[in-house]
């Protein structure tokens, strides 16, 4: 069996186990093993890669844990071509992250292998939280976002990952002449009245939720009457956070347009890099990870893991990628560590909590330079 | 009026606190050796012990000192001004005379610099008004005292004024500009540009200091000379631990010239132990995470980059060495992180800076090299050129200019008589 078809068949056998009822040793020594195997397959797919495997401080066959494996930051699928251990003839999609204006988006290759373990992954995922049951499916997102493509952006990619879960799928914006959109309140109201009795499932981006659903409801006074509805979110709450609506304030303006409780909206934290993997609010108000990754919360002045209670950089494991080594990525998110088992939710395994992106350096100081001289006289930006 | 940093809400304040300054520097003219004798004292008294672990204190210590500051005054000024007297110049007479009001706007990396900002006005007579970054406002408080305990008729006190606002009140950085009549500005891009903006008098001068970028250059008969390596390895880490290598003097790249039976990979390993004991000694108290997410990067990036790239550093964030390469400088980190590049030809690397440059830190074994390198350097706009390990001792001039002549009127006076 070649070395791929052997990691290939320890991903579908932990995709099989139940994603939150493994035992934390258990699941990190068959972690650890996999990734080695992937870490190991993932040098000979790619030199680079492998270049920078053999300068990490701990050889990563002798690590005994998974925090001392080589891990990559996100930053470097900003780069072009994106970062690949398949060739271009395997790629089947490329997914781009939602960078906000002016940042480069991240870009990750999925080969037909990579899409098919990534849809699995998110509806093993959301499976243990909303039941396995088929229904209506309402995307409160413009229908151009819906369709499967070569080039998808985040939006887009989550959008198709709920798909699985859908006997129809409906849109509720439309898109503006502006690059804006608006809600289809005509459309919306008849879903509404169509599936009043019905277990409906919602998907869309936070601040899409907000500023194109609840706030021209509230504004007309109107409420939809779907109270088996589950709402899932997605994307951050920056833009919401600078209009000072906090979590709650959201939580309860979904729930009375819903008509719903407010325990049917959840919000979940995830990214293009980390393919497959997305992390739902508990009841408890944690976040879990399954059973096929693991979650690494790491102190930014030493980079070792934290202790519960504590804050850190989020690192996210994930052994579901093969075309691109996503294995072990340090993003740019913060989190606190809430326990490393025993969720009263009844999940095993690490909880957490999102504490936002990591703030940049604040220090402007006498070397901090935007653009040498000759850049300048260019008109080209340091990178 | 006390020195002590004074959080400020109104630009009333600090009218206010200017218009007292500027007429304290008029009433009570003061001299320059007047000014150094507060400041020995001033020295002496930094070496309490509570004040040890303060980051740039040793050097401020050293700085203040009459013997380094003399002969600053006396290339700047002249020997009479430093009395305080006239000087002849030829058929005429030249004297000192300060400003005024100077406003400084020191960068938030350099904890001592508010400091040597306002010491460089004060040797020229001049009242201060001091904008206090956030950052530094318990360092810059604890050696303020210092000067407090000693200087107890008020001489340079009573001439000095430090503010604390958030710098995104552009009220209160308004008023401040309106009310000096110089300004000395220190710091990063962003800054430097926003505080230029600002409403000045139309007479008020204005000195920049930043940003800059700086590097470091060896020869093969200094990097390869396994003797003599450990020591200039030693040297290049102190360099890149001194303000966390976030300073316009700190080395961001240092480029060796390759030589015969020169081995990089035995060099970088020397550096790595001189890094490693360095860190030692002074390890990171804090790190901002946006800075730890930009060393992972840096490492990622540069090994991804190119399999042949090398790179050493731990798992924690605390240095790292990036061994290539390449005649031009990779976009700095600044976190301790320095790219070490193997060039041909060191003139080649030094003709193409541009005056983003500041200090190019040497360790060059032959004399002539130097000289051509140092002459060469000049003309592509660095403006200090230092042995390695010296990269940050501040002196005059500073970025090609003066730091106490710009803060100076020079009276001509031609006697009518003669």
Redesign the interface.
């Known amino acids: 069996m070649s070395t791929l078809a052997e990691i290939e068949q320890a991903i579908e056998s932990l995709l099989l186990q139940p994603p939150y009822g493994v035992d934390p040793q258990h699941r990190h020594s068959a972690l650890l093993a996999l990734f080695k195997k992937e870490l190991a397959y993932a040098c000979e797919q790619n030199?680079?890669?492998?270049?920078?495997v053999e300068?990490w401080?701990?050889d990563f066959c002798l690590a005994d844990k998974i925090s001392?494996l080589p891990y990559?930051?996100v930053?470097?699928f900003k780069?072009s071509p994106p970062?690949a251990l398949v060739g271009a003839d395997d790629v089947k999609r490329t997914l781009s992250s939602s960078a906000t204006t002016g940042q480069v988006p991240s870009r990750v290759v999925l080969d037909a292998a990579t899409a098919r373990r990534m849809a699995k992954g998110v509806i093993t995922i959301i499976r243990d939280f909303i039941g396995p049951a088929r229904r209506p499916y309402l995307v409160i997102d413009t229908p151009e976002n819906l369709a499967a493509r070569a080039e998808m952006g985040a939006r887009g990619a989550a959008i198709q990952a709920l798909g699985s879960f859908a006997t129809e799928v409906v849109s509720c914006l439309r898109p503006g002449h502006e690059g804006d959109s608006s809600v289809d309140l005509e459309k919306l109201l008849a879903c509404a009245a169509k599936w009043k009795d019905s277990d409906v499932l919602v998907y869309g981006f936070t601040y899409v939720i907000w500023t194109n659903l609840v706030q021209p409801l509230q504004r007309q006074g109107i409420t939809l009457d779907v109270p088996n509805v589950r709402v899932l979110h997605s994307g951050g709450w920056k833009r919401l956070h600078e209009q000072a609506v906090t979590r709650e304030v959201f939580t309860r303006g979904v729930a009375s347009i819903f008509g719903c409780s407010p325990d049917r909206v959840i919000d979940y934290y995830g990214m293009v890099e980390n393919v497959g993997v997305i992390y739902p609010d508990c009841d408890h108000g944690n976040k879990h990870v399954p059973a096929f990754a693991d979650v690494i919360v790491r102190d930014?002045?030493?980079?070792?893991p934290v202790k519960a209670g504590q804050r850190?950089?989020i690192q996210v494991c994930s052994v579901l990628p093969t075309s691109f080594p996503g294995f072990l990525l340090?993003t740019?998110d913060?989190a606190e560590v809430i326990d490393y088992d025993e969720c009263p939710c009844g999940r095993r395994g690490i909880s957490f909590r999102f504490a936002g992106r990591?703030?940049?350096?604040?220090?402007?100081?006498?070397?901090?330079?935007?653009?040498?001289?000759?850049q300048q006289s260019q008109g080209v930006g340091?990178? | 009026m006390t020195v002590l940093i004074q959080p400020i809400e109104s630009p009333q304040k600090i009218a206010g606190a200017a218009r007292h300054l500027r007429e304290v520097a008029r009433q009570k003219q003061i001299a320059p050796h007047a000014v150094l004798e507060v400041f020995d004292r001033w020295a002496a008294a930094l070496g309490d012990r509570e004040l040890h672990d303060v980051p740039g204190v040793t050097f401020l210590r050293l700085w203040l000192r009459r013997g380094n500051l003399e002969p600053v005054l006396l290339r700047e000024l002249g020997p009479s001004p430093v009395n305080g007297a006239w000087r002849e110049d030829g058929r005429a007479r030249l004297r000192a005379f300060p400003l005024g009001v100077v406003g400084h706007w020191p960068a938030g990396n350099v904890e001592i610099q508010p400091v040597l900002s306002l010491t460089c006005a004060l040797l020229g007579g001049n009242g201060c008004l001091v904008r206090v970054p956030s950052r530094l406002v318990q360092i810059t408080a604890q050696v303020m005292e210092k000067l407090q305990e000693v200087d107890r008729t008020g001489l340079l006190t009573e001439r000095i004024f430090m503010a604390s606002f958030d710098h995104s009140r552009m009220d209160l950085q308004e008023a401040m500009a309106q009310s000096v009549d110089g300004a000395m500005i220190w710091g990063g891009a962003e800054a430097v540009s926003q505080v230029r903006g600002l409403p000045f008098p139309h007479w008020a001068r204005v000195v920049v200091f930043g940003p800059r970028l700086s590097a470091a250059a060896m020869d093969a008969e200094t990097w390869g000379n396994k003797t003599d390596r450990s020591s200039w390895c030693r040297r290049i880490a102190r360099d890149v631990w001194q303000f966390d290598q976030q300073a316009c003097s700190s080395p961001q790249t240092l480029f060796l010239e390759r030589g015969a039976g020169c081995d990089p990979a035995e060099f970088v390993e020397d550096l790595k132990q001189a890094f490693q004991e360095e860190n030692r000694q002074h390890p990171r108290q804090q790190i901002e995470p946006a800075l730890t997410s930009a060393i992972s990067l840096a490492r990622a990036s540069w090994l991804l980059g190119n399999d042949k790239n090398r790179a050493l550093f731990p798992a924690s964030p605390d240095w790292t060495i990036l061994l290539g390469t390449g005649t031009e400088m990779p976009n700095p980190t600044q976190g301790r992180t320095l790219s070490v590049l193997l060039v041909d030809d060191l003139l080649e690397v030094v003709s193409k800076f541009d005056g983003t440059l500041q200090t190019l830190g040497l360790g060059i074994k032959d004399a002539r090299k130097e000289e051509m390198l140092a002459l060469t350097a000049g003309r592509s706009g660095v403006d200090r050129i230092v042995k390695l390990g010296r990269m940050h001792v501040f002196g005059s001039p500073w970025d090609g200019t003066e730091l106490i002549r710009p803060m100076v009127r020079l009276v001509r006076h031609v006697p009518s008589e003669d």
């Open positions: 030199p680079r890669f492998r270049n920078y300068q401080p701990i001392d990559l930051p930053g470097v780069t970062l930014p002045l030493t980079l070792a850190g950089l340090l740019e913060m990591a703030p940049k350096a604040e220090v402007r100081g006498c070397g901090n330079l935007e653009n040498t001289r000759y340091v990178a």
